[in-house]
């Protein structure tokens, strides 16, 4: 439910020539029809953007078609001599499209240092309580001490207390040994 582009928040120049507009969601196909670029030139910057974490793509399958093609798309080779033209231009079809990530939509991660106002901030905070609280079911301070500085303690107390306040999580001291606050 909640993705890891949560976390991993940035992006910089170079997005804006490849999408319409920074807040969308597009398919290979309508980014290769926004740019005029050639589909194998669009896939190698997606690619590389993405392996930058300024860019991701909303499905896991575009990622094994990239793991699948050691992330380089390949021109399909010309039919062989002799075979028949139609399956030829089917088959080379089929290998053109095999070593593209057609599938799902593309978009640009949100930048670091861009400002956010106090309420949008908050929000993306619980979220990642809300991850932390799914995937440990019960969250404290030393537990969050070696997550990534947006996961940690001090980053998703102050949620974490409102959460609280609105019945979405509940605060106490569940577990002996561990001292502190427990959500």
Do not use: C
Not at 10 to 16: A, C, I, L, N
């Amino acid at each position: 439910m909640y993705s890891v582009n949560l976390l991993v928040q940035q992006t910089g120049e170079g997005t804006d020539a490849l999408f319409p507009q920074a807040r969308g969601r597009y398919t290979l196909a309508e980014l290769a029809a926004h740019g005029g670029r050639p589909t194998a030139e669009l896939t190698d910057e997606l690619w590389r953007l993405a392996w930058e974490g300024r860019v991701t793509n909303d499905a896991f399958a575009a990622v094994r078609k990239g793991v699948e093609n050691k992330w380089q798309p390949i021109e399909p080779a010309s039919p062989r001599a002799g075979a028949r033209p139609r399956a030829g231009r089917r088959a080379a079809f089929r290998s053109w499209q095999a070593t593209r990530p057609f599938s799902g939509r593309w978009f640009v991660l949100e930048r670091d240092g861009e400002p956010r106002d106090a309420l949008e901030e908050e929000e993306l905070n619980k979220d990642r309580a809300r991850v932390l609280l799914q995937r440990y079911g019960v969250v404290f301070r030393e537990l969050l001490a070696r997550e990534p500085p947006s996961l940690q303690w001090g980053r998703v107390f102050r949620s974490l207390r409102l959460m609280e306040l609105s019945g979405e999580a509940l605060a106490g001291h569940f577990f002996a040994g561990v001292g502190g606050l427990q959500f």
